[in-house]
């Protein structure tokens, strides 16, 4: 093979023009589902303090705020809901009239081809703050599924487009499954959150929803951060039972089992780029310790190269405007 200097690498990093031309991995807004918190009340914007530029909002500005991210060419939200009311089993979170489903009803109105998913699981409902029934001091696995199928069926009704379950119970994509086929929403796609890392970086999260659990931790349920191989059983599982799309959580911790999933199936894969990575960047750019947006462009870059197809990050409405302006690294 030849060698230096017949082979010079550089030649392909000469300008702009030549880079773009043989790059790998292209970033764009169509790739970016834009995670949304929804309070009660009216007139309700404010802002989260450990995730600047992100807001609780009220169901009546959805409508100003989905327009603009249409506009900007993303084409999926990610709904979460912060409840009026809480109890033992959250039922709260599979009312007709719950925070959420009204969210999907306001937001379909405004702008219906936005896609809508739905986050399904208890623990911003529950008073306990866990994502499953507790009995006897434990989350008990085969109880909670009955509830997550019913939230799931109600967003459904409600007009979401994809469901998302969070909780990692055993067996909840099947009795998700069957409950939406039971009430004819065979349609509707599952968007999984199959390898959920019981991970420090969900901290702001907690704080914009109020889910930090009142007694122990979610160690029994969501995956221990030194396994990769069981993220592979889990997908496994998942798509046996029924799941469209399959999610890593967080990310950029995990990028070796994003690839990993990428190389050994072939489903969808999304991954999330959590509030703990969002919280992190923006605090050094805030400093000025990093540039935020060539930092941002190369986290999401680095997200799709491991595999990914759709990241879910709260950096979705800048990333939209940088991308459709500036080149990435010029």
Same mark, same amino acid.
């Given at each position: 093979?030849a060698?230096? =200097?017949?082979?010079?690498?550089?030649?392909?990093r000469h300008?702009?023009a030549l880079r773009?031309l043989?790059?790998e991995?292209?970033v764009?807004?169509?790739?970016?589902? %834009?995670?949304?918190?929804v309070? =009660?009340?009216?007139? @309700?914007k404010?802002?989260i303090p450990?995730m600047? #530029?992100?807001?609780h909002? &009220?169901?009546d500005?959805l409508?100003?705020?989905?327009?603009?991210?249409?506009?900007?060419?993303?084409q999926?939200v990610?709904?979460?809901?912060?409840?009026?009311s809480?109890?033992?089993? #959250?039922?709260?979170?599979?009312?007709?009239?719950?925070?959420?489903?009204k969210?999907?009803r306001?937001?379909?109105?405004a702008v219906?081809?936005l896609? @809508?998913?739905?986050? @399904?699981?208890?623990c911003?409902y529950?008073?306990?703050?866990h994502c +499953?029934?507790?009995?006897? #001091?434990?989350?008990?696995?085969?109880?909670?599924?009955?509830?997550?199928?019913?939230? *799931?069926?109600? /967003?459904?009704e !409600?007009?979401?487009d994809? @469901?998302?379950?969070?909780?990692?119970?055993? +067996?909840?994509v099947?009795?998700?499954?069957?409950?939406?086929?039971? *009430?004819?929403?065979?349609f509707?796609?599952?968007?999984?959150?199959t390898a959920k890392?019981?991970?420090?970086f %969900? #901290?702001?999260?907690?704080e914009?929803? +109020?889910c930090?659990?009142?007694?122990?931790?979610?160690?029994? %349920?969501?995956m221990?951060? &030194?396994n990769w191989?069981?993220?592979?059983?889990e997908?496994?599982q998942?798509i *046996?039972?029924?799941a469209d799309i399959?999610?890593?959580k967080?990310?950029?911790?995990?990028?070796d089992v994003i690839?990993?999933?990428?190389?050994?199936?072939?489903?969808p894969l999304a991954?999330?780029?959590v509030?703990g990575?969002? !919280?992190?960047?923006?605090a050094?750019a805030?400093r000025? $310790?990093?540039?935020?947006?060539?930092a941002?462009l190369?986290v999401?870059?680095a997200?799709k190269?491991? +595999?990914a197809d759709?990241?879910?990050? %709260? /950096?979705?409405?800048d990333?939209a &405007? $940088?991308?459709?302006?500036?080149p990435?690294? /010029?």
């Amino acid at each position: 093979m030849a060698s230096f =200097p017949q082979v010079r690498l550089r030649r392909l990093r000469h300008n702009q023009a030549l880079r773009s031309l043989v790059k790998e991995t292209q970033v764009n807004s169509k790739d970016f589902i %834009y995670p949304l918190f929804v309070v =009660p009340g009216s007139r @309700v914007k404010e802002e989260i303090p450990s995730m600047p #530029g992100i807001f609780h909002n &009220s169901v009546d500005l959805l409508p100003r705020e989905v327009e603009e991210i249409a506009r900007l060419g993303i084409q999926a939200v990610l709904l979460f809901g912060i409840p009026d009311s809480k109890d033992e089993f #959250g039922s709260s979170a599979y009312r007709a009239d719950g925070v959420v489903q009204k969210a999907i009803r306001s937001i379909k109105q405004a702008v219906p081809e936005l896609l @809508v998913a739905t986050d @399904v699981c208890l623990c911003e409902y529950t008073t306990h703050g866990h994502c +499953g029934v507790v009995v006897d #001091g434990e989350i008990d696995n085969d109880r909670t599924l009955e509830l997550l199928a019913k939230i *799931a069926v109600s /967003h459904a009704e !409600a007009g979401a487009d994809i @469901v998302a379950p969070s909780d990692m119970m055993d +067996g909840r994509v099947k009795a998700i499954r069957h409950a939406l086929d039971e *009430a004819e929403f065979s349609f509707i796609p599952i968007l999984s959150y199959t390898a959920k890392y019981a991970s420090s970086f %969900y #901290g702001p999260f907690r704080e914009a929803t +109020g889910c930090t659990p009142q007694f122990g931790n979610r160690l029994s %349920y969501q995956m221990d951060p &030194s396994n990769w191989r069981e993220a592979l059983r889990e997908v496994e599982q998942d798509i *046996a039972e029924g799941a469209d799309i399959v999610m890593v959580k967080p990310a950029l911790p995990y990028l070796d089992v994003i690839r990993s999933i990428r190389n050994t199936f072939n489903h969808p894969l999304a991954a999330y780029n959590v509030s703990g990575e969002f !919280a992190m960047v923006k605090a050094a750019a805030a400093r000025g $310790w990093l540039d935020e947006r060539q930092a941002v462009l190369e986290v999401l870059t680095a997200i799709k190269r491991a +595999g990914a197809d759709i990241i879910i990050t %709260y /950096h979705a409405k800048d990333a939209a &405007s $940088w991308l459709d302006n500036t080149p990435f690294l /010029h």
